[in-house]
């Protein structure tokens, strides 16, 4: 069994661009959640996906955007990129019920925006 | 709001020493407390995961604590080694208005020295 797997994992974008990042969750597990972590901090909420759905978003704009699949792998859309985007951004996918089973994190993406 | 908080930020032991890293959080109305690993410039991974209705976890050297009813968890470390020298998150789940984020501390940088 493998366990969550993002990509790519190390990005530098400019100011203005648009990204895309990309999670595999682990078997089995048909919720995804994406998290921020701005370096020195927690990370922080920004969406989560059940079942092909938007299931909750933390505050972050409309500009972050995702999707998830039929097989369960999410992206997760940034655009207009702004240099305070730079960050580690985590994905994180459980069994259900999401809300009481152990979220297992990817290794997460680093992107700088310039 | 839900808010989570560490204490301390940063903590130095000697090899060998038990420790006991604290997370408090201001709304009791909670699913489930996890807590994490995070090496530099690395993802999470899960340490122990406490259920509301339960009162501790145990993994190998791990042991965690929930007191819900006074909003606070700790993570007990016995015989600390180098290998242990990490960033530890503690996150909450659930709160008032908050269905199934995970909320996050800040985290505890621990430091063993050989």
């Known amino acids: 069994e493998t366990g969550v797997t993002q990509s790519p994992t190390h990005l530098i974008k400019t100011r203005g661009q648009q990204v895309t990042l990309r999670c595999s969750s682990q078997?089995?597990?048909?919720?995804v959640s994406w998290y921020q972590q701005a370096l020195g901090q927690g990370p922080q909420f920004i969406f989560q996906?059940?079942?092909?759905?938007?299931?909750g978003r933390g505050n972050f704009p409309p500009r972050f955007s995702g999707l998830q699949f039929p097989n369960y792998s999410s992206e997760l859309n940034v655009n207009a990129l702004e240099l305070d985007d730079s960050a580690l951004y985590l994905c994180?996918?459980?069994?259900?019920?999401?809300?009481?089973?152990?979220?297992?994190f990817g290794p997460g993406t680093r992107l700088l925006v310039l | 709001k839900q808010e989570v908080t560490q204490i301390p930020a940063a903590l130095s032991v000697p090899e060998g020493e038990n420790l006991v890293l604290n997370c408090s959080f201001t709304?009791?109305?909670?699913?489930?407390l996890q807590w994490f690993r995070q090496d530099p410039g690395k993802g999470l991974t899960s340490l122990l995961l406490?259920?509301?209705?339960?009162r501790e976890q145990t993994s190998g050297r791990l042991n965690a604590s929930l007191d819900k009813s006074s909003g606070r968890s700790t993570l007990y470390i016995a015989a600390s080694q180098p290998g242990d020298s990490a960033t530890y998150l503690c996150?909450?789940?659930?709160?008032?208005?908050?269905?199934?984020?995970?909320?996050f501390g800040q985290g505890t940088t621990l430091q063993v020295k050989p």
């Open positions: 996150a909450v789940r659930g709160g008032s208005g908050n269905t199934g984020k995970l909320i």
């Open positions: 709304d009791s109305a909670i699913y489930n």
């Open positions: 078997s089995g597990h048909n919720t």
């Open positions: 406490i259920q509301s209705s339960q």
């Open positions: 996906y059940y079942r092909e759905e938007e299931n």
């Open positions: 994180a996918s459980s069994l259900p019920p999401w809300y009481q089973e152990t979220q297992y």
